[in-house]
C-alpha cells in the first residue's frame, strides 16, 4: 500500500494536475496575508477557512489522476479497501504539504503581529499551536469531500464538480454561528470563530471540534467507501 501510495503521489505531481489548486491555494495565502497584521490565531483560522476548497479540489485531482483500469487492477493486487485507503492516504500527504505552506506563508508578508502586552490577547506559541489545530481539522474533511467527489463514485466531470461546489459552498453556509443544522458539516467555521475570539477558547471546546470533526470525516469516509463499492 506504501507503493501504491508513492505512485499516486508521483503521478499527481508528474500529471500537471497538481498545478491549479497549487497556484489556486498560493493566490488564497496572498490574499488572506497580504491585507495587514493579524494575531496568529485569527490569520491561521482563516487560511484554514479558505484553503478547505482548496484541499478538497486536490484531493479530487489527485483522486481522478489515476485512470479508471489502473484503479482496476490495484484493486485486484491489494485489495479494495487498501486501494481506497491509499488514494485517501495520498490526498493526506499531500494536504499536509499545503497546510505547511499555510503555516510558513504569513511569516514572509508580516502578516502576524505579536500580541498587545496587558490585552489578554491569546500568546504567539498558541495562537501558533491553534493554526495547526485548525488546519488539522480541515484537511481531513476536505479530503473526505474531495473523495466523495471523485471520479470514482460520482462516474462524470460533470456530478463531480457539483458535489465539490455544493459540498464546500454548504460547509461555509451550515457553518455560519445562526445556522439551523451546523452539524450537517464539518467544524471549519466553527474552528475559525474560536479562533478569532479575544480570549483562548477551553479546552473543553478543542475537544467538541475534535470529536465533530472526527465523527463527520468517519461518516464521510464511510460513504465513501459504501460507494465505491457499489459502483466499482
Known amino acids: 500500500m506504501t507503493a501504491l501510495v508513492r505512485m499516486r503521489l508521483a503521478g499527481f505531481l508528474t500529471s500537471g494536475r497538481v498545478l491549479p489548486p497549487l497556484i489556486a491555494g498560493l493566490v488564497v495565502l496572498g490574499v488572506i496575508y497580504g491585507g495587514g497584521p493579524a494575531l496568529a490565531g485569527s490569520a491561521f483560522g482563516y487560511s484554514a477557512v479558505m484553503l478547505f476548497p482548496v484541499l478538497a479540489w486536490q484531493s479530487k485531482l489527485l483522486l481522478d489522476t489515476e485512470p479508471d483500469g489502473q484503479r482496476r487492477l490495484a484493486r485486484l493486487a491489494v485489495g479494495a479497501r487498501r486501494e481506497a485507503i491509499a488514494g485517501a492516504l495520498a490526498a493526506i500527504v499531500f494536504g499536509l504539504g499545503i497546510c505547511a505552506v499555510a503555516m510558513l506563508?504569513?511569516?514572509?508578508?508580516?502578516?502576524?503581529?505579536?500580541?498587545?502586552?496587558?490585552?489578554?490577547?491569546?500568546?504567539?506559541?498558541?495562537?501558533?499551536?491553534?493554526?495547526?489545530?485548525?488546519?488539522?481539522?480541515?484537511?481531513?474533511?476536505?479530503?473526505?469531500?474531495?473523495?466523495?467527489?471523485?471520479?470514482?463514485?460520482?462516474?462524470?466531470?460533470?456530478?463531480?464538480?457539483?458535489?465539490?461546489?455544493?459540498?464546500?459552498?454548504?460547509?461555509?453556509?451550515?457553518?455560519?454561528?445562526?445556522?439551523?443544522?451546523?452539524?450537517?458539516?464539518?467544524?471549519?467555521?466553527?474552528?475559525?470563530?474560536?479562533?478569532?475570539?479575544?480570549?483562548?477558547?477551553?479546552?473543553?471546546?478543542?475537544?467538541?471540534?475534535?470529536?465533530w470533526a472526527a465523527l463527520w470525516c468517519a461518516v464521510a469516509f464511510a460513504g465513501y467507501g459504501w460507494l465505491r463499492r457499489r459502483r466499482s
Open 105 to 211: 506563508a504569513p511569516w514572509p508578508f508580516h502578516a502576524i503581529r505579536w500580541p498587545a502586552p496587558g490585552s489578554g490577547e491569546p500568546s504567539m506559541a498558541a495562537g501558533i499551536g491553534l493554526g495547526v489545530l485548525a488546519h488539522l481539522l480541515a484537511l481531513p474533511a476536505g479530503v473526505a469531500l474531495g473523495a466523495l467527489a471523485s471520479r470514482a463514485v460520482t462516474r462524470s466531470v460533470r456530478n463531480g464538480i457539483a458535489v465539490l461546489v455544493v459540498g464546500a459552498v454548504l460547509v461555509v453556509v451550515l457553518g455560519l454561528k445562526s445556522s439551523f443544522a451546523p452539524w450537517l458539516v464539518p467544524p471549519v467555521m466553527a474552528t475559525a470563530r474560536a479562533l478569532t475570539a479575544k480570549s483562548l477558547p477551553s479546552a473543553g471546546t478543542f475537544w467538541l471540534l475534535a470529536g
